[in-house]
């Protein structure tokens, strides 16, 4: 079975641009997840959506938005980019919300650079 | 407040060597989750292991395990008779049960590096 997938692999924008990245999740799950990695650190949240609705916002400034399609695909969006946001994003799926579906996984991630 | 701390940024061994790496975690829940990932220079993370707060019992995967401790909260990871192909870095992950979201709270990650 086909894993999390993400487009594009990698992304260079200049500052105030605003940008698209995408995440397919594996087959049969219905959350997906946001991750912003800022190199040699952890994943940050960003957000979670679950049946199209959003379950989970972390700590990012109202620039960063998403959604969830009925296919379960999402697309996250950063508006007015900053040279701040140059990371590697990461989508995560997940077959629900509920308390015995907690395992996460990954997909190859979308480096973007803001120059 | 949650928190995962990962003390050991770096860790260099040479093969066949083994290696455990930290894991310190912090919540005032009773219900939670850990999580160990790898990730390789590829960028993607590779889910290894979860753990449920209330199942305490320890686990070997071939050449892995996990020794949980509530007591002490640490979820500490050992690789035995390590191997190149685990250079990777490591995160540490916790989710707790009162979040109603899946969010996941990464600690800093420790770099592993097994040198032939």
């Known amino acids: 079975d086909a894993g999390v997938t993400q487009s594009p692999t990698h992304l260079i924008k200049t500052r105030g641009q605003q940008v698209t990245l995408r995440c397919s999740p594996i087959?049969?799950?219905?959350?997906v997840s946001w991750y912003q990695q800022v190199l040699g650190q952890g994943p940050q949240f960003i957000f979670q959506y679950y049946e199209k609705e959003e379950r989970g916002r972390g700590n990012f400034p109202d620039r960063f938005s998403a959604r969830q399609f009925p296919n379960y695909s999402s697309e996250l969006n950063v508006n007015a980019l900053l040279l701040g946001d140059s990371a590697l994003y990461l989508c995560?799926?997940?077959w629900g919300e509920g308390v015995g579906q907690e395992t996460q996984y990954f997909g190859p991630g979308t480096r973007l650079l803001v120059l | 407040a949650q928190k995962v701390t990962q003390a050991q940024t770096e860790i260099s061994v040479v093969e066949k060597e083994d290696v455990t790496l930290d894991c310190v975690y912090e919540t005032r829940d009773t219900t939670y989750y850990l999580f160990w990932y790898k990730q390789p220079p590829s960028g993607e993370l590779v889910f290894l292991i979860r753990?449920?707060?209330?199942?305490?019992q320890n686990e070997i995967s071939g050449r892995y395990s996990w020794n949980f401790q509530k007591s002490t909260s640490s979820f500490n990871f050992t690789i035995t008779a390590s191997q190149v192909v685990d250079s990777a870095v490591y995160f540490c992950a916790l989710r707790t049960g009162s979040s109603n979201t899946g969010k996941l709270i990464f600690g800093q990650g420790t770099t592993l590096q097994v040198k032939p």
């Open positions: 753990r449920n707060s209330f199942d305490e």
């Open positions: 087959s049969g799950h219905k959350s």
């Open positions: 995560a799926s997940s």
